[in-house]
């Protein structure tokens, strides 16, 4: 949108990928009722990705709501049927498993308007603390998602608090479809290459729980993992091999969980738990060389 105004209080489109989560997403539905922006112009697009049996919602929402059925596995390709039939000004996209804060619309807005169509907007995605107190779950929560380090040192929003114009969208093009995870990275340093930065709002919130069981961090781990394999594999590290590797070494991980207020006992939890988890991504890595294909898990 450069060169344009945007109306003071656009139409959005907030799009959400689905995959045998309709729990979560109902979570996620009941925060979007609550939202501060007005409802009459928003409209939530929920993009079932093949789940088993298919999603099913009620329409009792005071907003615009519809279930788009996408059979590419993925959530990118979820995320660009969601954005195809999309007729908002503004696209939000988030998570299943996200709760937006009741300001996030507004707050999202607002930081893309101050922008005037020249840089996407990234907010934060916050873990909340775990009930459950594996080492897995303090391990998520102590980590974090680290949104606002992606946008500030690897130029890229995780598409779990991500606002653009649809004119943005349409000039950047669709994610990359091959890709299972890594494809916001690609997204956005593709939008860089044309001039189009993304900013960071701590005011735009979500939240998330994290994962408790080992098994299931295993299983994200690796995804990332195969994300960045195949963005090198590829020939998508658009801004360069430094920006694919993780934040912080393994080394990093392990002095950012023992410098930690947590007790002892539980910081040797969470050092086991990280010890396992870095060495699924190790594996993983491994097996793909050898030529195995990603999973989607």
Known sequence: MVGSVM?????????????????????????????????ERMQVLLVDN???????????????????RCETPGSYAARNAGARIATGEVFAFTDADCVPRADWLEHG???????????????DALITEPHVRSGTALYQYIMGFELRENIEHKGFSGTGNLFCTRKQFQRIGPFD????????????????KLGIETRHTAFAVVTTPPRTSLSGAIRQARRVAAGRYRLRALGLDWAGPEAVRPLRSSMGSAVRIWKSELPYGERFKVLFAASIIKSAS????????????????
């Open 7 to 39: 109306s003071d209080k656009p139409k959005i489109s907030v799009i959400i990928p689905v995959f045998n989560d309709g729990g979560a997403s109902l979570i996620c539905l009941e925060a979007l009722r609550r939202q501060t922006y007005p409802a």
């Open 177 to 192: 479809e091959r890709l299972f995870s890594g494809g916001d990275r690609e997204w956005g340093w593709r939008a860089n």
């Open 109 to 123: 807005v607002k930081a893309l308007q101050a922008g005037n169509g020249q840089y996407l907007v990234g907010g």
């Open 50 to 68: 093949g789940s088993t049996p298919p999603l099913s919602v009620s329409n009792t929402y005071p907003f615009e709501l519809h279930v788009e």
């Open 282 to 297: 190790v594996i993983e890595r491994v097996r793909l060389r050898f030529g195995a294909t990603p999973e989607r898990r």
